[in-house]
């Protein structure tokens, strides 16, 4: 390049251009000592023999700059550098690009989270037509189902207090018409007319418990406390309810102790002391009888 630039130089006339000094910097990794005498003893030889000094003209000198003389190994060895840069920055924008979404996100889920409280309602005042409406009318109590047969018909008769209604159904469980013969049923139903006032019946309930044994006679009896206790053949009657429990438990019945508790929550002492005088009076008068038909 310099002998170039000299032979240049030598083609044009002495004013038309300066004359052109290279002075590189030594290269240390690439000539050696002798090379570098050489150059500089060309260098010399070439200043001496240049015109230019007689016509004024400063020499200009160039130096080669720094970074075409680095060696190549030593750019090539900066890329692990720059590449480990590069994923540095990658890193904090994808971060940085993460804070900004989940700040984005935040408020819109905290809005969906919280529920609104229910708001109080404010009670409703009737107004004065609605106050002034009459109120509705109680729906009529569904009418009983008639009965479907001759024996359902007398049975309610029965139960109503029809005193011929009475020995009918009794008549009826005693011969087995229409329902199973029960002598026991037909026994309470004519002590039943007979209390209340038929002394036919009275006579008819003491042919049929006649023969029978105590603990039928029993059971008879509490049958016969339990109708007046729950109103059944006449009106609720508690006095005539505890009499007959405490002639059912004279007869062995031992339920009839528990029924007798329970009346004597709702009876007075008056008349718990008439229904005893009651069933002692009964069963005097009829062990009486029963000595005169032995």
């Given at each position: 390049?310099?002998?170039?630039?000299?032979?240049?130089?030598?083609?044009?006339?002495?004013?038309?251009?300066?004359?052109?000094?290279?002075?590189?910097?030594?290269?240390?990794?690439?000539?050696?000592?002798?090379?570098?005498?050489?150059?500089?003893?060309?260098?010399?030889?070439?200043?001496?023999?240049?015109?230019?000094?007689?016509?004024?003209?400063?020499?200009?000198?160039?130096?080669?700059?720094?970074?075409?003389?680095?060696?190549?190994?030593?750019?090539?060895?900066?890329?692990?550098?720059?590449?480990?840069?590069?994923?540095?920055?990658?890193?904090?924008?994808?971060?940085?690009?993460?804070?900004?979404?989940?700040?984005?996100?935040?408020?819109?889920?905290?809005?969906?989270?919280?529920?609104?409280?229910?708001?109080?309602?404010?009670?409703?005042?009737?107004?004065?037509?609605?106050?002034?409406?009459?109120?509705?009318?109680?729906a009529t109590p569904p009418a009983a189902a008639?009965?479907?047969?001759?024996?359902?018909?007398?049975?309610?008769?029965?139960?109503?207090?029809?005193?011929?209604?009475?020995?009918?159904?009794?008549?009826?469980?005693?011969?087995?018409?229409?329902?199973?013969?029960?002598?026991?049923?037909?026994?309470?139903?004519?002590?039943?007319?007979?209390?209340?006032?038929?002394?036919?019946?009275?006579?008819?309930?003491?042919?049929?418990?006649?023969?029978?044994?105590?603990?039928?006679?029993?059971?008879?009896?509490?049958?016969?406390?339990?109708?007046?206790?729950?109103?059944?053949?006449?009106?609720?009657?508690?006095?005539?309810?505890?009499?007959?429990?405490?002639?059912?438990?004279?007869?062995?019945?031992?339920?009839?102790?528990?029924?007798?508790?329970?009346?004597?929550?709702?009876?007075?002492?008056?008349?718990?002391?008439?229904?005893?005088?009651?069933?002692?009076?009964?069963?005097?008068?009829?062990?009486?009888?029963?000595?005169?038909?032995?």
């Amino acid at each position: 390049a310099r002998s170039a630039v000299l032979l240049l130089g030598h083609g044009k006339s002495e004013r038309s251009a300066p004359e052109l000094v290279l002075r590189p910097e030594p290269l240390v990794n690439q000539a050696s000592e002798d090379e570098a005498e050489q150059m500089r003893a060309a260098d010399s030889a070439a200043a001496e023999n240049s015109p230019s000094s007689d016509i004024g003209i400063r020499k200009q000198a160039f130096s080669v700059p720094k970074f075409l003389d680095q060696e190549p190994a030593r750019s090539r060895r900066s890329w692990p550098l720059w590449v480990a840069l590069l994923a540095i920055v990658l890193v904090s924008v994808v971060a940085a690009t993460r804070l900004v979404r989940v700040h984005a996100v935040r408020p819109s889920t905290v809005t969906q989270t919280v529920t609104k409280a229910p708001e109080a309602q404010a009670p409703q005042i009737p107004s004065a037509a609605e106050k002034e409406k009459p109120e509705p009318a109680p729906a009529t109590p569904p009418a009983a189902a008639e009965p479907s047969s001759d024996f359902e018909l007398l049975a309610q008769r029965a139960n109503e207090g029809d005193v011929h209604a009475q020995m009918d159904l009794a008549e009826a469980y005693l011969k087995g018409d229409e329902v199973p013969a029960d002598r026991a049923k037909a026994a309470s139903w004519y002590i039943m007319a007979g209390e209340n006032g038929s002394a036919e019946a009275k006579s008819r309930s003491i042919a049929v418990t006649h023969g029978m044994s105590s603990p039928q006679i029993g059971e008879i009896r509490f049958d016969v406390g339990k109708m007046f206790m729950q109103g059944i053949g006449r009106e609720r009657d508690d006095v005539s309810a505890y009499k007959w429990f405490e002639l059912a438990k004279a007869a062995g019945d031992i339920r009839a102790e528990s029924q007798e508790a329970a009346l004597e929550q709702k009876m007075s002492e008056s008349e718990l002391v008439k229904a005893r005088n009651q069933a002692s009076d009964w069963l005097k008068s009829h062990s009486g009888k029963s000595k005169k038909q032995r």
